[in-house]
């Protein structure tokens, strides 16, 4: 068995994915939306499923995990965030909770990270015997070039969610949940076209996805030089923002971010 944990994306819907931490023998699945490609991809690979990890309560995030418990046992932990309705969730994570999983063996801390949903949290496991690089698991918090959008929470939540994001290791890999990237750069080069890192990010990206790869997972280091959310202290994304608002000033991140975020929402 190989003990080095792999992580796997499995397609769902038009452009979710969910997320397969295995041991090359037991798994955990990652917002299982949908049962279907799930039970496909683990019977293929031969792998047990050992846990359901969730960050948020939106249907694409939640959809499967029923289907999966019936097919796959009853006694499967499902670990989500408190306050959302989350079917069949056994483990509520609040911030800074431990994960100590054993099949496959990894440590998770949890993160709460609201924005996108009031509860949502982040999954964050640092360097361990079979982790060779920290990762997280970030639902629809953080998106490669990207952020999520603010359906229940604040701008001033957003940009403090970043803030921990930020915060991580710089080679921390990065598991979102959607292929939003194209969309996201095109965005990012309104916000800042004279950015080098995202102007070649934007080739590197257009590739992938023309060889219908993943552009993900991305990292830390990598959201910090392309990301107009995670750069919301950054001259140029402040000057777009000062000037898409006809602000003159803009007293601190959180602000930039609520600009930049309805700027987006309407791109």
């Not at 499967?76 to 309705?85: K, L, Q, T, W």
């Not at 940009?159 to 959607?178: A, I």
């Not at 194209?182 to 257009?206: G, Q, T």
């Not at 007293?251 to 987006?264: E, G, T």
């Amino acid at each position: 068995m190989n003990t080095l944990l792999q992580v796997w994306p499995i397609p769902a819907f038009d452009d979710n994915y969910i997320w397969c931490i295995h041991d090359g023998n037991s798994a955990l699945v990652v917002d299982p939306g949908d049962a279907i490609p799930v039970l496909r991809y683990l019977a293929d690979s031969r792998l047990h499923l050992k846990g359901i990890l969730i960050t948020h309560h939106h249907a694409d995030h939640v959809g499967g995990i029923l289907k999966l418990l019936n097919e796959l046992g009853a006694d499967i932990p499902v670990y989500g965030p408190r306050g959302d309705n989350i079917p069949g969730r056994t483990q509520l994570v609040k911030e800074g909770d431990v994960l100590e999983i054993s099949a496959p063996r990894v440590s998770l801390k949890a993160l709460e990270v609201p924005g996108h949903t009031l509860s949502h949290v982040a999954y964050f496991a640092n360097m361990q015997a079979n982790v060779v690089e920290p990762m997280l698991f970030c639902g629809d918090t953080l998106f490669a070039s990207g952020c999520g959008r603010l359906f229940e929470g604040t701008p001033t939540q957003m940009s403090q969610s970043l803030d921990k994001f930020k915060s991580l290791p710089k080679n921390t890999l990065v598991y979102c949940t959607h292929e939003y990237t194209l969309s996201n750069i095109r965005f990012a080069l309104a916000v800042e076209p004279n950015n080098v890192n995202l102007i070649s990010w934007s080739e590197r990206a257009k590739e992938l996805r023309d060889k219908n790869l993943p552009t993900l997972p991305t990292t830390i280091g990598q959201e910090l030089q392309v990301n107009p959310f995670m750069r919301c202290d950054q001259t140029e994304v402040i000057q777009s923002a000062k000037s898409k608002s006809g602000q003159e000033t803009l007293p601190d991140s959180a602000h930039v971010l609520a600009v930049i975020r309805a700027w987006k929402d309407q791109f």
